[in-house]
C-alpha cells in the first residue's frame, strides 16, 4: 500500500538552529499538509500546500516557518530557527483530491 | 475547536465488536464525518468517512443517524492491533474553507482486551 515517507524519523537540535523536514508524498498526490502534535497534546494543523502556494495555515505556522516543494517530488518544512517549544512530532500528509488525507509516520523533533 | 463530542475511553474484549459513538450535533449540511486513529504516536490513520449514507470499507462500519447529529463506528471483529485512539473529525467538502485543517479532538481511547 503507498504511502507518506519522512525524514528523519528523529532529530535532536539546538535551539535557534534551523532544521528542515522532509516528507515524499504518495505518488499522484496534488495536496500536502504538516500538522504537529506536542508530546501529549492533540494533532494540531500547521499549513496546506496545492499547485505550489500555500492554500491554509494555521496561527500557529508563523514567520519561522516554510514550507516548499524544491524538485517536484519532496515536500519540506523548514524551521527557520528552532524554540524550545517546537519539540513535537511533526507529520506529513498528502491527499490526491483534497478528500480523503493520509499521513506519514511523523518526525520527531527535540529542540535543546 | 473540535466539533465533536466522544467518551474518553473504552474497551472491548478481542473478536467482539467494538462500537465506537460519536456526538456532533452541530453538524452542518455540507459537513462530513472523518474517523481516523493513532496507535501509540503514530502517524493518524484514515478509517473511513461519510456524509449522510452509512459506509462500509474493509476496516469498519461507520453508521450515521438519520439527523446527522450522532455516529458510531464499528470494528467488527476487534484484534489487539485495534488498541489506539480514535478520533471522530467533521470537516467541511474540498473547496470550501478549513476543508484542509483537520481538527483533532481528543478522541477515544479504546483498548482491546486479550
Known amino acids: 500500500e503507498p504511502e507518506v515517507t519522512q525524514t528523519p524519523s528523529h532529530q535532536v537540535t539546538q535551539m535557534g538552529q534551523e532544521v528542515i523536514l522532509r516528507c515524499v508524498p504518495i505518488s499522484n498526490h496534488l495536496y500536502f499538509y504538516w500538522y504537529r502534535q506536542i508530546l501529549g497534546q492533540k494533532v494540531e494543523f500547521l499549513v496546506s500546500?496545492?499547485?505550489?502556494?500555500?492554500?491554509?495555515k494555521s496561527e500557529i505556522f508563523d514567520d519561522q516557518f516554510s514550507v516548499e516543494r524544491p524538485d517536484g517530488s519532496n515536500f519540506t518544512l523548514k524551521i527557520r530557527s528552532t524554540k524550545l517549544e517546537d519539540s513535537a512530532m511533526y507529520f506529513c500528509?498528502?491527499?490526491?483530491?483534497?478528500?480523503?488525507?493520509?499521513f506519514g509516520e511523523g518526525s520527531w523533533l527535540t529542540v535543546v | 475547536d473540535a466539533k465533536t463530542t466522544q467518551p474518553p475511553s473504552m474497551d472491548c474484549a478481542e473478536g467482539r465488536a467494538a462500537n465506537l459513538p460519536c456526538n456532533h450535533s452541530?453538524?452542518?449540511?455540507?459537513?462530513?464525518v472523518y474517523w481516523y486513529r493513532q496507535i501509540h504516536s503514530q502517524g493518524p490513520q484514515y478509517i473511513i468517512h461519510g456524509l449522510k449514507n452509512n459506509e462500509t470499507n474493509e476496516m469498519a462500519s461507520l453508521i450515521i443517524t438519520e439527523d446527522r447529529k450522532s455516529s458510531t463506528l464499528i470494528l467488527p471483529h476487534a484484534t489487539l492491533r485495534d488498541t489506539a485512539v480514535y478520533y471522530c473529525?467533521?470537516?467541511?467538502?474540498?473547496?470550501?474553507?478549513?476543508?484542509?485543517?483537520?481538527?483533532f479532538g481528543t478522541g477515544t481511547r479504546l483498548t482491546v482486551i486479550p
Open positions: 452541530t453538524i452542518s449540511g455540507n459537513e462530513y
Open positions: 500546500f496545492y499547485n505550489n502556494e500555500i492554500s491554509e
Open positions: 473529525i467533521v470537516r467541511v467538502g474540498k473547496g470550501q474553507t478549513g476543508a484542509n485543517n483537520l481538527f
Open positions: 500528509a498528502t491527499s490526491s483530491s483534497g478528500n480523503t488525507i493520509y
